[in-house]
């Protein structure tokens, strides 16, 4: 890990991007997300764990908002799509977190979580759907 935060600080000063700032590409912000979704899928498939699943989804949401200025791109109409993929990314996020949160209060509460549980898999089905329609058009590799 040490290794490839120095890597990508030598990438950062040959690229000109200098020591304090954050590097320019999204693909360290990528890494993030895939491993917040495969956590998210194991709590919600396998242990029914909602609790990490909050914190997994407020990490998505964050780096949506980062990459929304970083399009590849520079064709005017491709940005706004890039950043509409973006939004929807954040906004399933955000959705998939409020429901996490509902469910584990009606758990504590020992309501019935079954729409709820319904509701939050189709959520996340949307959240892959925005990864796979973004890399679709941006990802060259
Ligand atoms: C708004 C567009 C967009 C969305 C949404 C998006 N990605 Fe990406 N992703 C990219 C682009 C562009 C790259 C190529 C980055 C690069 O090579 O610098 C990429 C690359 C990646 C990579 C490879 C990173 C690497 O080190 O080469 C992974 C893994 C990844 N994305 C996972 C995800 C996951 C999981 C999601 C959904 C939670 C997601 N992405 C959503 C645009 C997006």
Redo the contacts with the bound molecule.
């Keep these: 890990m040490k290794k490839l935060m120095m890597a990508i600080g030598i990438i950062g000063i040959l690229t000109g991007v200098g020591f304090s700032q954050e590097p320019t590409?999204?693909?360290p912000d990528?890494?993030v997300?895939?491993n917040?979704?495969n956590a998210i899928m194991a709590h919600l498939i396998v242990d029914e764990n909602y609790q990490p699943v909050v914190n997994d989804c407020a990490q998505?949401s964050a780096h949506?908002k980062d990459?929304f200025e970083k399009s590849?791109s520079k064709d005017p109409a491709s940005i706004k799509r890039?950043q509409s993929?973006?939004l929807q990314?954040e906004a399933n996020a955000d959705i998939l977190k409020v429901l996490a949160e509902k469910i584990q209060k009606s758990n504590e509460e020992k309501l019935d979580t079954g729409t709820l549980k319904k509701t939050a898999a189709l959520t996340f089905g949307q959240?892959?759907t925005?990864?796979v329609s973004?890399?679709q058009e941006?990802?060259v590799?």
Excluded: E, K
């Design positions: 590409s999204i693909a990528m890494v997300n895939l917040a979704v998505i949506a990459i590849p890039f993929y973006a990314l959240i892959v925005s990864c973004c890399h941006y990802r590799r």
